[in-house]
């Protein structure tokens, strides 16, 4: 992840991000697409980012390959349907990760830095796992073209602090 504002990003590091992000899912779908299509049914689930759903400053790299996978997903959820193959994309919040958590610390020590988080936590790899399984089961037979967030409530907006119901 390269932080930033966009004037001091490189066009190198852009790509970069485009090219992990982007176009790795595009090769991915590039590739089961064909095998899909001719068994007349899958289901292929994106990751993107709850950054894929809003903006973010200092990471315009990110949300920009992540806005992209989230239209990729749509586009190719228009093309692969009517072959029997779905197509959704998982939007994860602050995750227990390296990526999120580089320096390993605990749950409990990361609380504060979550605080605006509507469930006041970081999220669980599990978690994360548990929704991309319900988008590729069966069990989302009707879901095509959907985002999932999973992100403890980030997407839904931001807080006002002091008025009611913000926490901090």
Known sequence: L???????????????AL?????????????????????????????????????VNALAAYVSSKWGV?????????????????VNSVHPGGVDTLMSNPSR??????????RTVPQQRIGAPEEIARATLFLASD???????SELSVDGGVAAGAYYP???GSPI
């Open 2 to 16: 390269v932080f930033g504002a966009i004037e001091q990003l490189s066009k190198a590091e852009f790509e970069r």
């Open 19 to 55: 090219s992990i992000n982007l176009t790795g899912t595009f090769l991915g779908i590039h590739s089961v697409a064909p095998i899909m299509r001719e068994q007349g049914r899958g289901s292929i689930v994106n990751i993107s980012s709850v950054d894929g759903l809003r903006g």
């Open 70 to 86: 989230r239209g990729l997903t749509k586009v190719a959820a228009l093309e692969l349907g009517p072959h029997g193959v779905r």
């Open 105 to 114: 610390a605990s749950r409990d020590e990361l609380a504060g830095a979550y």
């Open 139 to 145: 069990e989302a037979s009707y879901c095509n073209g």
């Open 162 to 164: 002091g008025l009611p």
